[in-house]
């Protein structure tokens, strides 16, 4: 199948390659750029899919997948299992002074997209400028494994890590889970489960990347104020998040509109998924409220499934939050899970948990991840990879 998929990609690569170049000179004017190519992207597999070549999923899947790389004189890379679970580690060459730092990553992809190979450039960085001890997990991809798959991966990982960190000169009382975008979900609902549980070591610190954290409400003001712009669109957070949870998402329209939550569900969650709790000055780039449409119990008849921790980590219980440990939220401005990062940053301060937060201006969803991708960087994502860094080296 992916064989079929390859003409198209070549093609497709020559076209993003002279963007690149375009937008390496031009950082800003990246932006209309990028905005015209993405939906090419998505599109072309449309369209085989109706021909039958593929399907979209496979073809976004593999232009995604990344590629193997070089040796790095700094690190020692290798692949391995932790558990079931498939993983890269990334472990500094230089002799260590006593025990290192760990940092587990949940690479993002909304879920369906990614793998080992797809964030090398950042776990590399982060493992050679913080000194620390990566372990990318290659946890299960949706459609073919639903939620909660993904997040028992990541979980099981990263306990097989804690009770193991000796062996790779990890101290087990400094782990850190990591994660971008749908990662950045995974790694919450992780510090969320592991919060509070006696018989391991509490992690360090959570490091959430533009996480997406909720599935209540997708007409947000970030949501309405980005919602055509790239690497994600609104309809692709939900197309996404349907995804990981029933393995299709026939009824992506409905969900768009809110008709998926029943007016009791709403009002329960209100304190915690409200505009309302979005402070004004992100509310300009006009944004329009909106009215959510009917609940159709015809086409979701679990609802109740979205208020899960462990799928949405904003709507975990004050009990749970209390006891997470300290914590690094990176939003953009322009991306539709901004709104999600702040509400959980809200969240979390209102019970007492430090939080550092970074605000990229002009920053947009993916950038951290394209981070020297096919020698393409934006200025704003290596900001915002060495504020991480700092945050790491500071704890
Ligand atoms: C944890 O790791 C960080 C980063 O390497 C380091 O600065 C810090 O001293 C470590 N903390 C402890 C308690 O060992
Ligand atoms: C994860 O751990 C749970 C409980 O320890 C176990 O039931 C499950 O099979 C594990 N999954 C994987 C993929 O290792």
């Known amino acids: 199948m992916a064989f079929f998929c390859i003409l198209p990609v070549i093609l497709l690569v020559g076209f993003i390659a002279s963007f690149i170049l375009t937008a390496a000179d031009c950082p800003r004017g990246a932006r209309p750029l990028l905005t015209g190519t993405l939906p090419l992207l998505f599109e072309q597999g449309k369209l085989l899919e109706k021909i039958g070549v593929c399907s979209e999923i496979a073809f976004t899947r ?9 040796s790095d004189p700094q690190l020692r890379v290798s692949d391995s299992r932790l558990g079931r679970v498939p993983v890269r580690v990334y472990q500094p060459r230089a002799p260590p002074a006593g025990p290192r730092a ?16 797809s964030h090398e450039n950042i776990c590399r960085y982060i493992a050679r400028e913080s000194n620390s001890v990566v372990v990318l997990i290659g946890y299960r991809l949706a459609p073919e494994h639903k939620y909660p798959a993904a997040y028992e991966d990541c979980l099981n990982a990263t306990i097989h890590f804690m009770k193991n960190a000796e062996h790779y000169g990890v101290d087990p009382a400094n782990i850190t889970v990591c994660g971008d975008s749908a990662g950045g979900n995974l790694a919450a609902a992780v510090s969320q489960t592991l919060a509070g549980r006696s018989d391991l070591p ?45 393995g299709h998402a026939l009824h992506m329209q409905e969900v768009l509109e809110g008709s998926h939550i029943p007016p009791d569900m709403r ?45 949405c980590p904003l709507l975990a219980e004050d009990a749970v939050v209390q006891q997470l440990p300290q914590s690094f939220i990176l939003t953009c401005e322009y991306d539709v899970l901004r709104d999600d990062g702040l509400l959980y940053k809200k969240r979390l301060e209102d019970n007492g948990v430090p939080v550092t937060w970074y605000h990229l201006e002009d920053g947009f969803h993916g950038i951290i991840s394209l981070y020297d991708y096919c020698g393409l960087s934006f200025p704003s994502g290596k900001r915002g990879l060495d504020s991480i860094v700092n945050f790491l080296k500071g704890l």
């Open 102 to 117: 760990g940092v587990t990553f949940f690479h993002g992809g909304g879920w369906l997209y990614g793998g080992i190979d």
């Open 202 to 246: 509490s992690l360090r610190a959570q490091v959430l990347i533009y996480p997406g954290l909720q599935a209540l409400d997708f007409n947000l003001p970030s949501y309405y104020q980005n919602r055509g712009v790239p690497l994600l669109f609104r309809e692709h957070a939900v197309f996404f998040m349907l995804h990981y949870l029933d």
């Open 62 to 70: 593999y232009v995604f997948s990344g590629w193997k790389r070089g």
């Open 267 to 311: 009002l329960k969650y209100r304190k915690w998924v409200s505009p309302d709790h979005i402070p004004p000055k992100f509310k300009v780039r006009g944004y329009k409220p909106h009215k959510p449409h009917e609940f159709k119990a015809e086409f979701f008849e679990k609802p109740e499934r979205l208020g899960e921790p462990n799928l």
